[in-house]
């Protein structure tokens, strides 16, 4: 069974940076595919950017030059490095692991990202 859990949301100013963090529990990882999801107040859940275990990445057109994933596989982790903060990036960040064998997929349990203006 595999756990997700995500940390490094808060507050912060439009223009800013945040870092979040998804540390995978369980086998598989360097497998599987890993993404981050958002979904803000009275929005479906959006796709933000996704890397496989060969590092291969692709983002969202909305964060696009602005947002960095990256993972770790030695230590099941996965980052989203988010520069240039704007207003319309407040949600809460969802990571998400898909097994490209088995396609089974798992949810962490969120960060909150707040972007003031």
């Known amino acids: 069974q595999v756990q997700l859990v995500e940390s490094g949301g808060g507050l912060v100013q439009a223009g800013g940076s945040l870092r979040l963090s998804c540390a995978s529990s369980g086998s598989g990882f360097s497998g599987s595919v890993m993404a981050w999801y958002r979904q803000a107040p009275g929005k479906q859940r959006e796709w933000v950017a996704q890397i496989t275990g060969g590092g291969s990445t692709n983002y969202g057109d909305s964060v696009k030059g602005r947002f960095t994933i990256s993972r770790d596989n030695a230590k099941h982790m996965m980052y989203l490095q988010m520069d240039s903060l704007k207003v319309e990036d407040t949600a809460v960040y969802y990571c998400?692991?898909?097994?490209?064998?088995?396609?089974?997929?798992?949810w962490g349990r969120g960060t909150q990202v707040t972007v003031s203006s």
């Open positions: 998400n692991q898909r097994s490209l064998r088995t396609s089974e997929m798992y």
